[in-house]
């Protein structure tokens, strides 16, 4: 256990109860479970549509740039011009949909979560609740949100950002090999320093989750708002702890846009070589640059998943060690 969450567990003295089960799930996944059930079904269901679905725009953009060249169809080009507006229109209502349904599982989670808690923190019914009620503050308010907030794109954002890299990256192989592996190359990097950098950033979160906890807990038993050495210490601490956070994030950010804009240049440079050769045609590699932009956005999608996956997990464990420290001192 986390020294924060300890030192936070044996600051409860009028803890006296029978141990008992708690009604906290016990992992995030179980937590996901119980909150969401065939829920998540419906949500990969609407993601599995509108990934597939997604692949229609670049294969529209590249026949109208192609009908436009010199003896082209004005016709066609009205025609697909249509079907791309249709089409565009038709998958904006059905993310608008699937973004609705996740906010309204995220948020019912959240209430499930802080109903939960409040439930087992009631329970243990400590004779001095000056300490633990610091903790009770920030578990129900502060910490239960994000967790619950989670619930919502814990599986149908994965699938869908997925689908999308997946779907667009076998469409640019299927264009032209050469150029699709390029694309592969710019952002295959990506998967090296960002779990890396993902796991710094988990650490500070749980550091600053502790510390945090440690400042509400202080103030509730101190009895007054003015803070103390100790507590201007832990004020101190957190914004490092922030700035930390802050800057292995944006430089992620950063590190990720140089090799997306790369691969820009790299594509229109090999491109531009290909079509002046007669190799490749110019909607082959407007649908390439087009193709890096939607292959960027998912991915990017996908890495903040990952992100929140594992910032959620810190906080969901530190959440119920919190449950079991007090729960250990009930017994």
């Known amino acids: 256990m986390p020294p924060a969450i300890a030192t936070l567990a044996s600051a409860v003295p009028g803890l006296r109860q029978k141990r008992h089960r708690l009604a906290t799930p016990q992992t995030l996944l179980a937590f996901i479970k119980d909150a969401s059930g065939f829920h998540q079904l419906a949500l990969v269901v609407m993601a599995i549509?509108?990934?597939?679905?997604?692949?229609?725009?670049?294969?529209?953009?590249?026949?109208?740039?192609?009908?436009?060249?010199?003896?082209?169809?004005?016709?066609?080009?009205?025609?697909?011009?249509?079907?791309?507006?249709?089409?565009?229109?038709?998958m904006g209502a059905l993310k608008l949909g699937l973004n609705l349904y996740r906010s309204y599982l995220g948020e019912s989670a959240v209430r499930r979560l802080r109903k939960t808690l409040l439930d087992d923190l009631g329970s243990l019914a400590p004779e001095d609740r000056a300490e633990v009620e610091g903790v009770e503050v920030s578990l129900v308010l502060a910490e239960a949100e994000p967790v619950g907030a989670f619930v919502g794109v814990s599986v149908s954002e994965p699938v869908l950002q997925g689908g999308?890299?997946?779907?667009?990256?076998?469409?640019?192989?299927?264009?032209?090999?050469?150029m699709a592996a390029l694309a592969l190359a710019v952002f295959a990097p990506q998967?090296?320093?960002?779990?890396?950098?993902?796991?710094?950033?988990?650490?500070?979160?749980?550091?600053?989750?502790?510390?945090?906890?440690?400042?509400?807990?202080?103030?509730?038993?101190?009895?007054?708002?003015?803070?103390?050495?100790?507590?201007?210490?832990?004020?101190?601490?957190?914004?490092?702890?922030?700035?930390?956070?802050?800057?292995?994030?944006?430089?992620?950010?950063?590190?990720?846009?140089l090799m997306h804009h790369s691969g820009v240049a790299l594509t229109l440079g090999l491109?531009?070589?290909?079509?002046?050769?007669?190799?490749?045609?110019?909607?082959?590699?407007?649908?390439?640059?087009?193709?890096?932009?939607?292959?960027?956005?998912?991915?990017?999608?996908?890495?903040?998943?990952?992100?929140?996956?594992?910032?959620?997990?810190?906080?969901?464990?530190?959440?119920?060690?919190?449950?079991?420290g007090f729960s250990r001192q009930a017994a």
Do not use: C
Request: aromatic content about 8%; charged content about 15%; glycine content about 10%.
């Open 191 to 257: 998967a090296v320093f960002v779990p890396l950098m993902q796991q710094a950033i988990n650490r500070r979160v749980v550091q600053r989750t502790g510390t945090l906890r440690s400042i509400s807990g202080g103030i509730i038993g101190q009895g007054r708002h003015e803070p103390s050495r100790l507590q201007t210490a832990r004020i101190e601490r957190v914004f490092r702890l922030n700035m930390g956070i802050f800057k292995l994030k944006f430089s992620m950010n950063f590190l990720m846009n």
């Open 271 to 324: 491109g531009g070589y290909l079509v002046v050769h007669g190799a490749t045609e110019l909607g082959t590699v407007v649908a390439f640059v087009a193709g890096l932009r939607q292959l960027n956005d998912p991915w990017g999608g996908l890495v903040d998943w990952f992100r929140e996956l594992r910032v959620t997990q810190a906080k969901y464990g530190l959440l119920r060690q919190a449950l079991d």
């Open 164 to 178: 999308i890299v997946a779907g667009t990256f076998g469409y640019m192989l299927y264009l032209d090999p050469l």
């Open 49 to 90: 549509v509108l990934f597939v679905a997604d692949l229609a725009p670049l294969e529209l953009q590249r026949r109208i740039v192609n009908a436009a060249l010199p003896g082209g169809n004005a016709r066609t080009i009205v025609l697909l011009a249509l079907l791309y507006i249709t089409a565009a229109a038709a």
